[in-house]
């Protein structure tokens, strides 16, 4: 790779790294703003205007705080669990395409930081990873709250990936291809082209499975308030809790990302051909991205705020038992049809 | 005997969940838009309704005599034995013959259960609308005579938290009301 190519992708990671960073404090001021809205009250409005500095005070006050290792700890891996959550929850941004290829340089940039061909086998295998950091963390903090998180959440993991993964099969069937850019560029064209119109099973198993997934209500049985004090980081203070509230958030950042590429047609305008309008197309294209983007970081947040928490038995009779056969079904379905309409 | 409840049978609209989930939604975005009722405190503040009893106050005749004849009917019956009256002749010509000397309201040992206004045959003592008058001393918190006039004067004509310039001069207030 020469020198200028290797500059825009430095440049992208920067952008894209910066965005998702900035995105993650926007949702822990929207989270609380939210909140408050729905519940009639007013939320955090002191700190600049309309409250929108507060993320950056509570940053300083997470900084400030005493860093407690309790003891009894098992030390190395207490420490490494925190990394070991948050930066997966960032690498998984890579490959998402934001938008269409622009030409920069007289060079052809896309969009994307890494198009990668298995790329929603790396998001996948990278969430996955993920839950690593919450069972070591449970594990290692040797308290019974957090082992009882970890323990829960190695479980919803194992009951939900399944019904995710086999629901972003159909998408797969219907693109041909693990990579995103494609599955977007399929979804582009008429006007009900997404493939939420194609694929609504798939899209409502996969947006359930993306709950259990970032440990959201009504699945967050992992950090469950009433019944686990903090669940999996009720032993982390200070910048290593920030930590942990960081990774969620980028997770949601990246599932809510992720959701719009599969089945919303990704940075696709309905019924505008961005990649032939040049600039302009390209500032539509993430534009509108940004916009599904943030309709499902706010759709985490309504929910969280409506429905009440699952059960454990419940949670695994949903995963097992509706999610697993439905997506099953739906890939038979999907395959039965395209195996038909080749044959034609 | 028993009455026999049917259980309501989920039909398989109902068993999708799907229609009742975005009732659910549904539900929490109106409540997004609602108005809020959040009273951000310093700011703004809250106006009680007629009959709160918050501070207490000494009412004057039109013409400025104190209504009180130091009866002390109001510290009889006080139950938490707040009010320290010490009575003397009237100052005035025509009139009533007893006055209050001194009128001492210990605010520390006071419940507001208005049983005073309730027991003042002249209806002198009376309590306002006044919530906040926290202070940083003990000694502030006892209320003497020329205080409770103050506060009459205060509240005589509309309700404190209402009057056009509430809130700006309100903390200047708060310590020097008694």
């Avoid at chain 1, 600039?279 to 759709?299: C, E, P, Q, R």
């Amino acid at each position: 790779m020469d020198f200028i190519g290797f500059l825009i992708i430095c440049v992208k990671v920067l952008v894209v790294f910066t965005a998702t960073m900035l995105t993650v404090l926007m949702m822990v001021y929207a989270e609380r703003r939210v909140s408050a809205f729905m519940q009639g009250r007013l939320g955090p409005n002191r700190v600049g205007p309309q409250g929108l500095l507060q993320p950056i005070a509570d940053g300083i006050k997470f900084l400030m705080k005493e860093d407690i290792i309790p003891e009894g700890v098992n030390k190395p891996i207490y420490l490494l669990a925190p990394a070991m959550l948050l930066i997966p929850a960032l690498m998984t941004f890579a490959v998402i395409p934001f938008g269409t290829t622009i030409t920069l340089l007289g060079r052809e940039v896309p969009l994307q930081v890494a198009d990668l061909n298995v790329g929603i086998l790396y998001i996948l295998a990278l969430t996955s990873i993920g839950v690593y950091g919450l069972v070591l963390a449970g594990w290692a903090s040797n308290s019974k709250y957090s082992l009882i998180g970890g323990l829960r959440s190695s479980a919803q993991l194992i009951s939900y990936e399944l019904a995710m993964g086999l629901s972003v099969v159909s998408v797969i069937l219907l693109a041909g291809s693990l990579k995103l850019n494609v599955i977007v560029e399929d979804q582009q064209g008429y006007l009900l082209s997404w493939n939420v119109f194609k694929q609504p099973v798939a899209f409502l198993i996969f947006l359930v499975a993306v709950y259990a997934e970032t440990n959201r209500l009504p699945f967050d049985l992992t950090e469950a308030e009433q019944e686990l004090v903090g669940g999996y980081h009720t032993e982390y203070s200070s910048m290593k809790f920030a930590m942990f509230f960081t990774a969620e958030y980028a997770n949601m950042v990246t599932a809510a990302a992720l959701t719009v590429t599969l089945f919303f047609g990704g940075w696709d305008v309905p019924l505008l051909n961005e990649t032939s309008m040049g600039a302009l197309g390209a500032i539509l294209s993430v534009l509108s991205f940004i916009l599904k983007t943030a309709f499902f970081l706010f759709l985490f947040i309504w929910v969280r705020w409506t429905f009440p928490r699952f059960r454990y038995d419940q949670l695994m009779k949903l995963g097992w038992k509706v999610m697993l056969p439905l997506a099953l079904i739906n890939i038979f379905v999907t395959g039965g049809y395209l195996t038909l309409t080749s044959l034609r | 005997m028993a009455t026999i409840v049917k259980s309501y049978e989920p039909t398989f609209w109902d068993k999708l969940y799907l229609p009742a989930l975005a009732k659910g939604l549904a539900v929490t975005l109106k409540h997004f838009f609602r108005k809020k009722v959040t009273i951000q405190y310093p700011d703004e503040k809250y106006v009680p309704p007629d009959g709160y009893r918050g501070l207490h106050r000494l009412n004057k005749y039109p013409d400025g005599k104190i209504r009180c004849v130091a009866c002390e009917m109001c510290s009889a019956a006080c139950p938490a034995d707040c009010i320290h009256i010490i009575p003397g002749p009237t100052p005035w010509e025509d009139g009533k013959e007893r006055y209050p000397v001194r009128f001492d309201i210990d605010l520390l040992r006071c419940i507001f259960c208005g049983f005073c206004e309730m027991a003042c045959p002249e209806e002198a003592i009376e309590l306002t609308e006044i919530y906040d008058f926290s202070n940083y001393t003990r000694d502030d918190l006892l209320i003497d005579k020329e205080g409770l006039l103050g506060v009459y004067e205060l509240t005589k004509d509309t309700n404190y938290y209402s009057r056009p310039n509430a809130g700006q001069e309100s903390e200047a207030l708060t310590s020097d009301k008694f």
